[in-house]
């Protein structure tokens, strides 16, 4: 059970590390919040969306959806256009500062791109399914759903971790200066990321 507990964690925590357009977002959003509890629907909607991949992983049923050609096109398609509309705005967003008024994104805003990112990104969808589900085989019973809950946990505490150090940054980004130029990084790799799956497709 302990090794299924450790396999998880390292399996679950070098999948999460690498940077991409859900992980940026939300360190966006911790930073450039006026309040840490104002990034939560982000955190929580990327944490949530990632507990569903995982368990549909590990129980083998993202895996049949993947078998569903135009599925997985209208999958591909819709998350290329949020992807293009996202880096637009996020491109054009000002990082806030004393006398200056920022359009904020909304809850709603942050809970759908966060959504759109995870569900309908089927390349983030094959990894969870080629590497979580493919290694959760390896275990039965108990230690299966040590396995999946160990990388369900990581992934929460990676999310509210992410976001918190965000805030930190943003705190003592008084300038503004870095918050913007990481609004600019976020919206390149949400375009590089659109042209990848046009390709993909």
């Avoid at 996020?90 to 959504?115: C, D, H, M, Y």
């Avoid at 493919?134 to 160990?150: D, M, N, P, R």
């Avoid at 929460?156 to 913007?180: A, E, H, Q, Y």
């Amino acid at each position: 059970m302990i090794s299924a507990a450790i396999h998880g964690f390292i399996l679950a925590f070098g999948l999460i590390l690498p940077l991409g357009v859900q992980n940026v977002f939300v360190f966006n959003q911790g930073a450039t919040q006026p309040k840490w509890t104002n990034a939560l629907p982000v955190v929580l909607t990327a944490a949530l969306c990632d507990t569903l991949l995982i368990s549909l992983a590990v129980l083998g049923i993202s895996a049949v959806v993947l078998e569903i050609s135009f599925l997985k096109f209208a999958l591909s398609v819709i998350g290329i256009a949020f992807l293009l509309y996202m880096g637009y705005v996020t491109w054009k967003s000002k990082p806030s500062t004393e006398g200056n008024s920022v359009q904020l994104f909304s809850s709603r805003k942050q809970i759908t791109f966060a959504a759109s990112v995870s569900l309908l990104n089927p390349h983030a969808i094959m990894d969870t399914v080629g590497v979580i589900g493919t290694s959760s085989l390896a275990y039965t019973g108990i230690e299966k759903a040590v396995f999946t809950i160990v990388c369900i946990f990581v992934s929460w505490l990676w999310f509210f971790g992410l976001s918190i150090v965000g805030r930190w940054v943003g705190k003592f980004d008084l300038t503004g200066n870095f918050i913007n130029t990481l609004n600019k990084i976020s919206a390149v790799i949400m375009w590089g990321t659109a042209l990848y799956l046009v390709f993909a497709l």
